[in-house]
């Protein structure tokens, strides 16, 4: 194996380690929870209604509430959600 291929082989598998290890803080930082009052709603729906239950627990795996988790389990529930801007 030459010198050139050792080079190329090291700067794509530090280019790999570097994009593995930033991606969970990208995704920290960029994970956008509901609004409050939406997860009061949401929670308050889940309560009246035990079928959206696991899809209550599914969406709160990873301990944030996104808005689009949260319309889909209001959506689940029969009720229609106004878009936010």
Known sequence: MNRQTMKFGAILC???MISF???PVWQYLYMRSASAGLKRRTE???EK???LKVA???A???GVLTPDEAQESIEGAGE???PQR
Do not use: T
């Open 44 to 46: 308050a729906l889940v």
């Open 21 to 23: 290890s930033i991606w």
């Open 60 to 62: 709160l795996l990873d």
């Open 56 to 58: 209550w627990k599914i």
């Open 14 to 16: 530090l280019v790999a």
């Open 49 to 51: 209604q035990p079928q």
């Open 80 to 82: 229609k959600i106004e």
